[in-house]
């Protein structure tokens, strides 16, 4: 492969690791947004997957993010209010009133 081959394939991996860490970086803040109380217990990475520090090709969704994920547009913007009823881990409390009462509405043990 010559130089400038090697140069585009670079910049395109760049751009696209890019990207998405970007998303990912405004879903977080539309969360925030959206849920200003919970910035210091849900304000992380683990509110929406299994890991806390979630690798990009490690980076599976817990119960509450995949059902984020089915509500996310073309824009990569989520409609929170479409999963607040919804009790995503099965623990019995609403995501929502898990969210305002600090806990994790994608982990089970946290209620």
């Not at 969210?99 to 089970?108: R, V």
């Amino acid at each position: 492969m010559n130089h400038t081959k090697k140069s585009i394939v670079a910049l395109l991996s760049v751009f696209a690791t890019s990207t998405t860490l970007l998303a990912t970086v405004a879903q977080q803040k539309d969360f925030l947004t959206k849920y200003p109380d919970a910035k210091a217990k849900l304000g992380k990475c683990s509110t929406c997957h299994v890991k806390a520090m979630p690798k990009k090709d490690d980076s599976v969704a817990n119960a509450y993010g995949l059902d984020l994920k089915k509500n996310i547009d073309k824009d990569k913007k989520i409609d929170f209010a479409k999963v607040e009823d919804l009790d995503s881990d099965g623990d019995g409390v609403k995501n929502v009133d898990e969210i305002k009462a600090g806990t994790n509405p994608g982990d089970k043990a946290s209620k």
